[in-house]
């Protein structure tokens, strides 16, 4: 059965940091491009990053650039989303997504598999 399992969520103070995982079982990653969304209540699913499958090209949305950043281990079939300086406005359950292709893109058609998401509250 395919699975990609988040890990590393939990509540963090403002200024604070965590670090999410999204680990594979079965199916590969570092082929793909592997993204980070995140949904709050009552929003729709937005992305947050994505690095992409050749050449570990990283994209960011504006409201997250400079201080979270992507990254993936191979030899672990893992990405990354290590979160810096987390604001209120982050809260929200993240979820890890890989895609059909190597290439970010926007939207969501272009993902396949989604894990089943992790809770970040950012509260002080």
């Known amino acids: 059965q395919v699975q990609l399992v988040e890990t590393g969520g939990g509540l963090a103070q403002p200024g604070g940091s965590l670090r999410l995982s999204c680990a594979a079982s079965?199916?590969?990653?570092?082929?793909?491009?592997v993204g980070w969304f995140r949904q709050a209540p009552g929003k729709e699913r937005e992305r947050v990053s994505c690095i992409s499958g050749s050449f570990g090209a990283t994209e960011y949305e504006d409201s997250v650039k400079g201080r979270f950043t992507i990254s993936r281990d191979n030899a672990k079939n893992t990405v990354y989303l290590q979160m810096d300086n987390l604001k209120h406005e982050d809260t929200a359950v993240y979820y890890c997504?890989?895609?059909?292709?190597?290439?970010?893109?926007?939207?969501?058609?272009?993902?396949?598999?989604w894990g089943q998401g992790t809770q970040v509250t950012v509260s002080s």
């Open positions: 079965v199916l590969d990653l570092y082929s793909y491009a």
């Open positions: 997504a890989r895609a059909r292709g190597d290439l970010c893109q926007r939207g969501l058609g272009w993902l396949e598999y």
